[in-house]
Each structure stands twice: as C-alpha cells, then as structure tokens.
C-alpha cells in the first residue's frame, strides 16, 4: 500500500477546541473554516486538517513538515514551540516526501530527511531509529540481487532510506500506541475539522503554493 502521511503530532495536551484562532496562532495564513469532515492524515496542498486524538493534537497538512526543515527557524516553528513549548511534537511525512522531526522541551532534538541520499541528517539517532538499525532493512537474497546493479553507496543509500521509513513508522507509536500502518481499518476513521486556503489552488507554483499557507 502506498502511505501519504504528512502530519504533525503534540503530544498529551489534553483536548483542544478547533477552530480559526488556533489554526493562526501556528502561524498558518489565510485559511477559512469549512467544518466538520473526516480526517485526513494526507491532505492536498492547501487543506488543513486538524484533530484531537485520546489527548493529543494530530495537525496534517502537507507543507508543514517544510516549515521545520529549513536552516533557519521559521514563524511556523516558532510559533507552534511558544504555543506548546514543554510538550513533544513529532512530525512525520512519509509518501509525499521522507522526513521526520521531533521536538522536546522548545527544542529540536531530531531532524532526518531522506530522498536519492540523506539531505538532513541533524540530532543524535532516536531509540525508534537505533531498533530500527538492528533489523534487516533489505533482506540477504534482496542484497545480492542489487550488488548485481547497483554500487555499494546506491545500496547503502537504499538501506538509510529503508531506516528513515521504518523509523517514520514507529514514531506513530508514540500517538497511537501502535505504528500508524498496524492501526484496524476502523481506527482510520477519525473526525476533524477541515480549513482550506483558497489561493493556493489558483498558484501553479508549489514552492509558491506551500510558503502561501504561512507566516514569512
């Protein structure tokens, strides 16, 4: 099955009320209100999508992720650390890019984005990433197989991006007690609240269309 997860995770705040004055104090802008909808943990450019979860706060939307990677600190980032600033955020995108980022105590502790090769690599490992590291990302048979046409560095890119994605995974336990792709069909269906960005569906470019949903 093909993941699209793109979500941001605040852990044990109890619930929040959703509405438009939340969304803008994370530094999101111009967004509106539709309502009540399913959540969506894998939004189109432009939706937000945002949730209580058993006392967490689940925020999915598909820029956002962005908002933390980059090498300065953005109004998003720090916004959502002066909003919560001793709670643990954790986000996770995996499909619509590869990358995770945690945050404990206003501080990022982990950073890793991957792709061809690993573009970010900031933090010390986290313990989800160390476990991951002792199975067998790419079985024996699979190995030989790719020896055959790849180099050893394209084979050894292949395994961290194996690790990033199983690592990605196991950070869902930390909010939903079991990784996200182990959930029962009906643990999916979750309610939220929907908030859409008009402008950015009538904007072609999507550097454009993903910095438009936030604060500069």
């Not at 560095?153 to 792709?181: C, H, P, S």
Request: overall charge negative.
């Amino acid at each position: 099955m093909g993941w699209n997860i793109t979500a941001t995770f605040i852990k044990d705040i109890g619930d929040l009320e959703i509405n438009l004055e939340l969304l803008n104090s994370l530094g999101f802008k111009d967004f509106e209100l539709i309502g009540e909808s399913d959540f969506n943990i894998g939004p189109e450019f432009g939706e937000t999508h945002i949730t209580n979860y058993k006392g967490s706060l689940i925020i999915a939307n598909s820029s956002l992720g962005w908002q933390f990677a980059k090498p300065t600190q953005t109004q998003a980032e720090k916004k959502f650390l002066e909003k919560f600033p001793n709670s643990e955020i954790i986000q996770v995108s995996i499909g619509h890019g590869l990358s995770y980022c945690v945050f404990q105590n206003g501080q990022k502790i982990r950073l890793r984005e991957a792709g061809d090769e690993i573009y970010q690599d900031f933090g010390n490992p986290l313990p989800e990433e160390i476990e991951s590291r002792k199975l067998e990302p790419i079985s024996k048979e699979d190995l030989e197989e790719m020896r055959a046409e790849l180099t050893e560095e394209e084979i050894q890119n292949e395994m961290e991006l194996e690790v990033t994605y199983d690592t990605a995974f196991e950070l869902t336990k930390r909010i939903f007690g079991k990784r996200y792709d182990e959930l029962e069909i009906s643990e999916y269906n979750m309610k939220g609240f929907k908030f859409v960005n008009k402008a950015v569906a009538t904007e072609k470019d999507y550097g454009k269309k993903s910095e438009m949903q936030f604060e500069q």
